[in-house]
């Protein structure tokens, strides 16, 4: 992954410009990156702010796994950012499915869209937003209390090539084990680790519907379990209920 890299001054979203050039060959591996985003999105349907001194970029990737793996591929480039970020001394944690936490703050966020060809995934636009090295400031102010910047809560720049060379390694490597058929599961241990959302009280959107409930624990496949009440348990994976139980 990270070749070729296609860097621009300004985008208004590196996800939606990977998704323009999906369709004229851009080839599997390939990052778009912008200096600024004038139209950042995040989940479900929000404006992300991308001022510059940030990370906004979005990873393609062609076939990368099963149309059912596809929660996977958020999950991994969230454990890819841990890893990389952890590496450069930022003790980064992961919200459940795809928040990048600081000292509990929202650091970053991944928004990963498919495309999808009856069971397979044919291609999928991995889009990383990393408020790295702006002051705090610049985010909007409604935000500013749920939020940070690396550079405000590490009172210290990190070094942005640097840093996405790792992230890109490391998503290399999770992502040629999806690939092989090893997905989430051969690194369950490890995400959980990292993972602040257990034992804390969460709400999970489902559609239109909102679950509350205490996070219990992470399952092989990503999804997460969420007591609603005592004993009784739901499991969501992505926003999507598989089942409810008791
Ligand atoms: C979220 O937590 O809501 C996900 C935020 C994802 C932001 C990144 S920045 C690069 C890419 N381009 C976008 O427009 N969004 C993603």
Known sequence: LGSPILWAESRA????????????????????????????????????????????????????????HAPDLTLLA????????????VPVEIKWPNDILLGGKKTGGILAQIRAEGELVDHAVIGIGLNANFPIEELPEEIRDRATTILHAMGRPIDRPKALARILMELDRLY??????????????E??????????????????????????????????????????????????VLFSER
């Open 78 to 89: 969230a454990l890819a950012v841990c890893r990389a970020l952890r590496g450069e001394g």
């Open 13 to 68: 979203s590196t996800n939606d410009t990977a998704l323009e050039l999906a369709e004229k060959g851009l080839p599997h591996g390939a990052v778009v990156t912008a200096g600024e985003q004038t139209g950042g999105r995040g989940r479900r349907d929000r404006a992300w702010a991308s001022p510059r001194g940030g990370m906004w970029f979005t990873v393609f990737v062609r076939n990368p796994c099963a149309l059912r």
């Open 176 to 189: 040629r084990d999806l690939r092989d058929g090893r997905g989430f599961q051969a690194v369950h241990a």
């Open 191 to 240: 995400w959980t680790a990292l993972c602040s959302t257990i034992g804390h009280e969460v709400e999970v959107a489902i559609g239109d519907q909102r679950v509350r409930g205490m996070a219990r624990s992470i399952e092989p496949d990503g999804s997460l379990v969420i007591e609603t009440s005592p004993g009784v348990t739901r499991t969501v994976v992505s926003g999507e």
